[in-house]
T-cell receptor
Framework: AQSVTQLGSHVSVSEGALVLLRCNYS??????LFWYVQYPNQGLQLLLK??????LVKGINGFEAEFKKSETSFHLTKPSAHMSDAAEYFC????????????FGTGTRLTIIP | GAVVSQHPSWVICKSGTSVKIECRSL??????MFWYRQFPKQSLMLMAT?????????EQGVEKDKFLINHASLTLSTLTVTSAHPEDSSFYIC????????????FGEGSRLTVL
């Protein structure tokens, strides 16, 4: 069984500040981990994915995430927040390389303060 | 990148009627598609896996007679909410994996259903 826990349903940061969205996972097999972003009334867009290659993964829009097996974490970061980063972010886990049957976290709504 | 499109984006219907939502892979073939349901301010919950040419696989707790899924071609899956009721109001999202891709699902834009 797999699960994902996203700490903090709402995160607010000032424009230009560091963005840190937390994700911890539970998996009985080596996991594949993903971060998706969702803008209002839209589907999900892949930000980045971890597939057992490099533990530090770089994604689109300046985001990156680091896989830490010892901490079972896959936190998402961005050095400098932009107003356009305001959205809902979902962490997801899969045991399948084709990422079928993703298990999503509950999401974190990111608000950017001007 | 690969594109998945849903139609309609918004639909309002009366209680007791049926609503069909289409999910199309526009530039690739998808033997499998996934249907999710998302309640306000909540995460996506997988409802079922749509398989081209065979029956859909439903997740536990999802009524297959309520949510009819048909995957008639390699580019189209449909979700029909039968005899809709207000509690069926939700945001429905489909996704499809690109065969041979290194693990990425492509999501549709979502369809918001409101049942009056």
């Amino acid at each position: 069984a797999q699960s994902v826990t996203q700490l903090g349903s709402h995160v607010s940061v000032s424009e230009g500040a560091l963005v840190l969205l937390r994700c911890n996972y539970s998996s009985s097999v080596p996991p594949y981990l993903f971060w998706y972003v969702q803008y209002p009334n839209q589907g999900l867009q892949l930000l980045l994915k971890y597939t057992s290659a490099a533990t530090l993964v770089k994604g689109i829009n300046g985001f990156e995430a680091e896989f830490k097996k010892s901490e079972t974490s896959f936190h998402l970061t961005k050095p400098s927040a932009h107003m356009s980063d305001a959205a809902e972010y979902f962490c997801a886990v899969s045991s399948n390389f084709g990422n079928e049957k993703l298990t999503f976290g509950t999401g974190t709504r990111l608000t950017i303060i001007p | 990148g690969a594109v998945v499109s849903q139609h309609p984006s918004w639909v309002i219907c009366k209680s007791g009627t049926s609503v069909k939502i289409e999910c199309r892979s526009l530039d690739f073939q998808a033997t499998t598609m996934f249907w999710y349901r998302q309640f306000p301010k909540q995460s996506l919950m997988l409802m079922a896996t749509s398989n081209e040419g065979s029956k859909a696989t439903y997740e536990q707790g999802v009524e297959k007679d309520k949510f009819l899924i048909n995957h008639a071609s390699l580019t189209l899956s449909t979700l029909t909410v039968t005899s809709a009721h207000p509690e069926d109001s939700s945001f429905y999202i489909c996704s499809a994996p690109l065969a041979g891709n290194t693990g990425e699902l492509f999501f549709g834009e979502g369809s918001r259903l409101t049942v009056l």
